[in-house]
């Protein structure tokens, strides 16, 4: 049975879907304004990996992730660019999709902009003033009372009396209360507007994944995620706008991954430590940064460096080696596959834990490369099938074990060349020569080694 922490209990707890087999998850996305960076990747990564588990797991998952595509940030980024919000906004979903497909990660059913669901957001609004849960502030924006909401802080945990004291908040002369949140931004110069019966004006951040969640999964889903970050305020804003629209608890579990730190500095742009999806890709690939973000718990803090990326590039060559012994003749339909895949599908149902995931994967690699023949193509083909559902080991074997160049003096069909020519050298004893070409190789950034069935190379 799976079972998932739910940040508003605070516990694991049993996972039961609200109209089974159908399962609604909801995930905050990106603000659209820059590159990804390495919190969004593990966002991508994580609630990817989930998805597939639980279509895995027969449920009928409908998982949207929204995009932000009007926000301060990105009507700055914009002016300072001197183009269109939408032309910006175009850019960046592309170049978002990019990395999603770098890292292997199949695309949500739904990807709802927040400019698409102004109508909803404007309903929700009208509804909370007319309940008081709302006001309209002298400069034209509109607030949400956070004191009407009685139960603002619990997915925090803290109380309200605890969270005003501590609030580390601007103050606004317009706001009742520090903690008071704007659901509607009155119309500025040289701004995107749209008119609205409390006038013209934006949405605010919180606001639209109340509307778009509503809109796509109902009032009552199954699942909300995203990063440790949106848990306050941005979640617990939601939770206060859409159980006051809808009059009901619209969410069943909440899950939050945990922050990525630099050197066990949490990673921020302040601090210098910031590194986009692009830059790591600049070195990695997109696998190994998928394996890397797998092999941590999803709610504990993930410590980025380049040393774990190459250990994580190292391990996955350990995976691929194994697999490298499948044949067309090898069937996943045995015993040793019921039994692996049991292990592995238990370390998932305890909270997604994809590490204890990947030790049964490399349990099965010790089988394959202990045996020889249709023994070992067995535990390949199991391998392959296991890793499949959570998004790794699908590449071609061969090809990883050579590697990527990062050097193109040399062809494929040059190093071939050359390792026939070093054979040669070899029988004829001229091993001076069988020195020189492994040394030649080497410095064009190719390793060689003689194995029991010939000789191999990979890129270094």
């Not at 690939?285 to 590039?313: C, M, V, W």
Request: contains cysteine.
């Amino acid at each position: 049975m799976l079972h998932l922490y739910n940040s508003l209990s605070g516990k694991k707890e049993k996972f039961q879907a609200i109209n089974p087999p159908e399962v609604g998850m909801y995930v905050c996305g990106m603000t659209v304004y820059d590159y990804c960076h390495i919190g969004h990747a593990r966002v991508m990564v994580v609630f990817d990996t989930l998805a597939r588990h639980l279509r895995n797991l027969g449920y009928k998952l409908k998982y949207v992730r929204n995009i932000t595509d009007i926000d301060d940030k990105i009507i700055k980024r914009a002016a300072e660019n001197n183009i269109d919000v939408k032309q910006l906004t175009e850019k960046f979903i592309q170049e978002m999709k990019a990395d999603e497909n770098s890292l292997l990660c199949t695309p949500p059913n739904f990807e709802p902009r927040a400019t698409e669901y102004i109508p909803e957001i404007i309903k929700i609004i009208e509804k909370l003033l007319q309940q008081g849960y709302a006001y309209r502030a002298e400069n034209g924006d509109v607030y949400y009372r956070v004191n009407k909401f009685q139960d603002y802080g619990k997915l925090a945990h803290r109380k309200l009396d605890d969270l005003q004291v501590g609030a580390r908040i601007a103050l606004n002369d317009e706001k009742e209360n520090p903690l008071d949140f704007v659901l509607w931004k009155a119309k500025k110069t040289n701004e995107p507007f749209w008119q609205s019966p409390f006038g013209d004006g934006r949405p605010g951040w919180h606001i639209e994944c109340s509307a778009m969640s509503g809109k796509v999964l109902g009032a009552h889903f199954d699942i909300h995620g995203g990063g440790n970050d949106l848990k306050f305020p941005h979640h617990e804003c939601e939770i206060a706008q859409s159980e006051a629209f809808f009059e009901k608890k619209t969410v069943n579990f909440w899950l939050h991954n945990g922050f990525v730190q630099i050197n066990d500095e949490k990673m921020s742009k302040s601090l210098g430590n910031f590194f986009t999806v692009r830059e790591v890709l600049d070195k990695f690939d997109g696998e190994t940064l998928r394996f890397f973000i797998l092999q941590t718990h999803y709610r504990a803090p993930l410590n980025y460096s380049e040393e774990g990326l190459q250990e994580a590039k190292k391990a996955l060559t350990r995976l691929y080696s194994a697999i490298s012994q499948l044949n067309d003749e090898a069937v996943t339909d045995t015993d040793n596959y019921k039994k692996y895949e049991e292990k592995f599908n238990e370390a998932l149902n305890d909270d997604l834990n994809t590490p204890k995931a990947l030790a049964v994967l490399f349990e099965i690699a010790k089988e394959a490369n202990k045996n020889s023949d249709k023994t070992a193509a067995e535990f390949a083909a199991i391998l392959k099938t296991l890793g499949a559902k959570i998004g790794i080991l699908q590449g071609n074997p061969e090809t990883w074990l050579k590697g990527e160049s990062k050097n193109n003096s040399i062809t494929e069909a040059e190093i071939q060349e050359l390792i026939v020519e070093r054979l040669t050298a070899k029988k004829e004893k001229n091993f001076s020569r069988a020195d020189e070409i492994r040394n030649q190789l080497k410095e064009q950034g190719v390793e060689i080694k003689d194995t029991a069935t010939g000789t191999e190379w990979k890129w270094l």
